[in-house]
Structure formats: C-alpha cells, structure tokens
T-cell receptor
C-alpha cells in the first residue's frame, strides 16, 4: 500500500457549501495530482503540482482550487459545491523522474445534494 | 500529443484461463507505459511499467505485459486468471519527449475484467 492518504473517504453535502478535500503523502514526492473520476470511468486530471508553491490546471476544467504550501500536503477546495461536482476525487503523487509511477490515494466519494 | 486506447470496455474470462487486456498508444517520441488496477471504491494500484529494455515486463500479482513498438501496443497478460483479478484495469502513457507538463500521464478509459468461476 502506498503512503498517500485522503480524507474524508465519503462526503455528502448540500449545494452551496464550501468543502476541502485533504490529501497528504509521506513519501517526500515532489509531484502531486488531483483526478476526477465518475464511477467505473476514465480519470480526468484537474490539477497538478511539481513542488511547493507550484500549481497548474489539468486537462479537465474544474471550479475547484488547490494549494501546495508543504511538500506533503495538497488540498483541493470547492468554494460552492453543486450537484455537478458529484464524483470521485483521486489524489496521486510521484517522485522526481518522469519514468516513475504515480501512487494513488483511496479516493474521496463526494455527493452534492 | 500522447494518447492511449483500450478497445474493449469489458473482458470476460473463465477462471484458470489466460487473460489479455489490450492497450494501444500514440506518442511523438518514446513512450513510458504503465498498467494500473482499480478495485471497487478504491484508488488505483500500480501493476507494472515499461521504460526501456526487455519488451516483456513482469509485475505484481503474476501479471505481465508485452511492449510491441511496431504495433504500438502494450497488452496486459496473465497465464491463469483468478476470480480475485476481477477489477477495472487502466493503461497509461507518457511521452518521453513531451514538453511542459511532461510528468502528466494520459489514461485509457479502462477495461472491466470479469473472471468467471
């Protein structure tokens, strides 16, 4: 099992609420990523970071924001949740080299009512 | 640009039979190729990768994959399937010569493997 953690694992909230999905890793990896995945479907990259104070948007447009103040921590925030945000969110990290595999957390299943 | 295709949405195989999950890719330069497995309500787990060298790569849980440059394929194989192998399998690629954002992986749409007892 990889040392990458996500909390909460499941979250049900009402429309308009602000939420933060937590992701942390203890492997000292520079690179971190957030993916959005509908159940049983493909992954879409929404944010990534190559190190502290580095954040970039991914291929899929997202209303979420991220921050990277510490190497080990890469939280994702939704300022105002909507039902269209209902999905699974996967956090991943990888080491410095491009040939290195990404390690995934267990995911957060978000439902917005 | 890099892309990957998994032509089968679902593969069914009887327990004990060999299994193959197909993957083809497209890159400008040389590829880094990966296979991941996802069990229900879990994140992805790394199975194996091809970087360079031997075209047959061995990975976790008895899986292996064969890199074929002429056919731009990287099919996942296992000699004898187990019921516990039933899961969603993702192929991913990264172009060695991609520029900005070069650490990004492009994932296929996934193939659901069902091993029938």
């Amino acid at each position: 099992e990889a040392d990458i953690y996500q909390t909460p694992r499941y979250l049900v909230i009402g429309t308009g609420k602000k939420i933060t999905l937590e992701c942390s890793q203890t492997m000292g990896h520079d690179k971190m990523y957030w993916y959005q995945q509908d159940p049983g479907m493909e992954l879409h990259l929404i944010h990534y970071s190559y190190g502290v104070n580095s954040t970039e948007k991914g291929d899929l447009s997202s209303e979420s924001t991220v921050s990277r103040i510490r190497t080990e921590h890469f939280p994702l925030t939704l300022e105002s949740a909507r039902p269209s945000h209902t999905s699974q969110y996967l956090c991943a990290s990888s080491h410095r080299q491009g040939m290195d595999e990404q390690y995934f957390g267990p995911g957060t299943r978000l439902t917005v009512t | 640009a890099q892309s990957v295709a998994q032509p089968e949405d679902q593969v069914n195989v009887a327990e004990g039979n060999p299994l193959t999950v197909k993957c083809t890719y497209s890159v400008s330069g040389n590829p880094y190729l990966f296979w991941y497995v996802q069990y229900p309500n879990r994140g992805l787990q790394f199975l194996l990768k091809y970087i360079t060298g031997d075209n047959l790569v061995k990975g976790s849980y008895g899986f292996e994959a064969e890199f074929n440059k002429s056919q731009t394929s990287f099919h996942l194989k296992k000699p004898s399937a187990l019921v516990s192998d039933s899961a969603l399998y993702f192929c991913a690629v990264r172009d060695l010569y991609s520029g900005a954002g070069s650490y990004q992986l492009t994932f296929g749409k996934g193939t659901k493997l069902s091993v029938i007892p």
